[in-house]
């Protein structure tokens, strides 16, 4: 069954339009991927903020840090960060009430989470890992 998911959801994902290993987002596509990936963070972006084009590089590298860390404890394939320009795909932002660039939603089985933390690789991963691994481990 674990490999059976794995492989719908590594095909789903790579069906989807991608930056590195950012998928992007559209209005059209959006809700399909939300609810089909259990994990994913979403960055809701303009081009012409100089925040968010600070943030894409960092953005990138966290993507790539994630996708390497596949890991047995979950029953599905890791977080996938995702990237929605607002002013092009103005539904979806107008949906999640997006007011400033960047904001960044983490999306847990289907619930909406706001990352307020740093903006760097390690913080954005440190992050997403707490609120996807088991807090606590079996020593054996």
């Known amino acids: 069954k674990l490999a059976v998911l794995l492989i719908v959801l590594a095909a789903t994902a790579a069906a ?3 930056d590195g290993e950012v998928l992007v987002l559209h209005d059209a596509d959006f809700p399909q991927v939300v609810n089909e990936l259990q994990y994913v963070m979403l960055e809701f972006y303009a081009p012409w903020c100089g925040h968010c084009k600070k943030l894409e590089p960092i953005y990138k590298e966290a993507a790539s840090m994630l996708a390497e860390r596949n890991s047995p404890e979950l029953e599905c394939d890791t ?3 995702a990237k929605i320009n607002s002013i092009e795909e103005k539904q979806v932002s ?10 960044l939603y ?7 989470v706001k990352y307020n933390g740093d903006r760097t690789k390690e913080a954005i991963v440190g992050w997403v890992e707490k609120k996807i691994y088991p807090s606590t481990r079996e020593i054996s």
Do not use: A, H, R
């Not at 107008?94 to 904001?103: A, H, I, K, R, W």
């Not at 983490?106 to 909406?112: I, S, V």
């Open 16 to 18: 989807y339009e991608k």
């Open 94 to 103: 107008s949906d999640y009430g997006v007011q400033g660039f960047p904001t």
């Open 106 to 112: 983490f999306m847990l089985n289907g619930t909406k």
């Open 79 to 81: 977080v996938k960060l």
